[in-house]
């Protein structure tokens, strides 16, 4: 049985699904703003858990900003954090918003994302930009955003709140996502799962499936 007859909706991971992100291009940019070595800075985010933290509501904007300026031992403004926080989001190319477009007249689509309000807000402004969407949520009949939900992927709880609130069985559901610890726990429960290998693009898997 193919994807196409199981299928009834279909939940993507944002970056390096819908927009493409360097990760590499915020820890460079600390890095340079600091004067510590990028190694450093990854080891000073992973030992506070600073993605985890602020992507699961932890902190505030606010709190978030001083726990890296606590950190990194260095006086940065709020308009330097951000920009360096900010540099990891590259761009969405529009033949995925295209597809995302033709696709929700067939299935609802969802965006389950590890994200946070400094990252939305900078992509609120770029798909303003970009395309002319007032506010990119919209592309989505509904999006699911950890730091707003209080959970992270890949941890259960988070695929059983979508499943729950799309209010279909699992294994209608199909999800894509770039990372393998959030594929193998959603496969656990039941999703069907493709995983993204970047700079693969999800539109060109789904053309052929869906």
Not at 87 to 113: N, T
Not at 168 to 180: A, G, R, S, V, Y
């Amino acid at each position: 049985m193919g994807f196409k007859s199981t299928t009834k909706a279909v939940v993507f991971d944002f970056g390096n699904v819908i927009i493409n992100i360097d990760v590499e291009k915020t820890i460079l940019a600390f890095s340079e703003l600091t004067f510590k070595s990028p190694a450093r800075i990854k080891q000073l985010f992973a030992d506070a858990e600073v993605f985890k933290k602020y992507e699961t509501g932890f902190y505030s904007d606010d709190e978030f900003r001083d726990v890296i300026r606590q950190i990194l031992s260095y006086p940065l403004n709020d308009q330097e954090i951000d920009q360096a926080w900010n540099a990891l989001l590259l761009d969405v190319p529009k033949k995925r918003l295209d597809f995302l477009e033709s696709l929700k007249m067939k299935y609802p689509i969802y965006l389950l994302s590890n994200t946070n309000n400094i990252h939305i807000e900078q992509c609120k402004q770029y798909f303003r930009t970009r395309f002319g969407i007032a506010n990119f949520e919209s592309i989505f009949n509904e999006t699911f955003l950890s730091y707003k939900m209080g959970l992270w992927k890949p941890d259960y709880k988070i695929y059983d709140a979508v499943i729950d609130k799309v209010s279909l069985k699992p294994h209608e559901i199909l999800f894509l996502d770039d990372n393998q610890d959030n594929i193998d726990s959603a496969s656990d429960l039941g999703i069907q799962c493709i995983k993204i290998n970047p700079p693969e693009c999800f539109t060109e898997i789904l053309e052929h499936i869906l």
